[in-house]
C-alpha cells in the first residue's frame, strides 16, 4: 500500500489495531520454527478446544490487547500469547501465580541440575 | 437485518474493551454481499461471558478507494470484511462511487 492511502485513524483504535497504519515494509523473512513456538501455540490450542473450555480465543486477544504499548510492540508473537495463557488461568481461577511461578522454579532447578 | 445489496455504514464509535470492528473501516460505506448467520458475540466472549444474545454477521465489500481515498489507484480493488450488524446501520450509495 502506498503511504498516502493512509485514512489516518490509527490513534483511536488501540495499539493493536494496525489496518492502514504507516509501518514501512512488511519483513517477509520466515524463520525456523523453535520448539518453544510449537509448545505455546499447542498449550493454546489445548486450553481453548470445547474438551478444555479453560477460556476462548477471543479472551486472548482481550488480554494482548490490553498490554501496554512498549509491551505490545516489544514482546515477540508468541511471548504476547504466552503471557496472555497466564494471566487467563489466572483470572479464570484454574492456577495461581504462585502456583505458576513455583512450577516454574522447579522445572528451572531440575534442568540446572540436569545440566550439572 | 440487511439483504445483500444494501448500502451500510460502519458506525464510527469507540467502545471500552474488545472491539472487533477495525478502526480504519469505522465511518466507510461498504454493500452486504453474505449474511453468513449468527454468532455468539466476541465483544463479550473476551470477558469469559456466554456471548449472549447472538449476533448476526455480515460480509461487507469495500472499494478500497472509498476507504483510502481518492488517490488509492486501482478503482477496482475490494475488501471484504465481516462485520457485526450492532456496528452496521443503513447507509445511501456513496455519491463519488461508480457502478
Known amino acids: ?44 490450542m489445548r486450553l481453548t478446544h470445547p474438551s478444555c473450555g479453560a477460556f476462548r480465543v477471543d479472551a486472548l486477544r482481550r488480554a494482548i490487547e490490553n498490554y501496554s504499548r512498549l509491551e505490545y510492540e ?18 479464570q481461577g484454574i492456577l495461581t501465580d504462585s502456583q505458576i511461578d513455583e512450577r516454574i522454579e522447579q522445572i528451572r532447578a531440575a534442568r540446572d541440575q540436569q545440566r550439572g | 437485518m440487511f439483504a445483500k445489496g444494501t448500502h451500510v455504514r460502519v458506525q464510527d464509535r469507540l467502545i471500552p474493551g474488545h472491539c472487533r470492528t477495525p478502526q480504519y473501516l469505522k465511518g466507510k460505506i461498504g454493500e452486504v454481499i453474505e449474511d453468513t448467520g449468527r454468532w455468539r458475540n466476541p ?30 489507484a486501482n478503482r477496482i480493488d475490494t475488501l471484504d470484511a465481516d462485520l457485526y450488524e450492532h456496528w452496521l446501520e443503513r447507509a445511501e450509495r456513496p455519491a463519488a462511487q461508480g457502478a
Open chain 1, 74 to 91: 516489544g514482546l515477540p508473537y508468541y511471548d504476547r500469547w504466552i503471557k496472555a495463557v497466564r494471566q487467563l488461568l489466572v483470572e
Open chain 2, 43 to 72: 465483544e463479550l466472549l473476551a470477558y469469559h461471558k456466554p456471548g449472549l444474545p447472538m449476533a448476526r454477521l455480515f460480509r461487507v465489500r469495500f472499494k478500497q478507494a472509498d476507504i483510502w481515498g481518492a488517490g488509492y
Open chain 1, 1 to 44: 500500500m502506498n503511504p498516502s492511502h493512509s485514512n489516518g485513524s490509527r490513534a483511536s483504535g488501540g495499539h493493536h489495531d494496525l489496518g492502514g497504519a504507516l509501518l514501512g515494509a512488511i519483513d517477509r523473512h520466515e524463520h525456523p520454527r523453535t520448539l518453544y513456538e510449537m509448545r505455546v501455540d499447542a498449550m493454546l
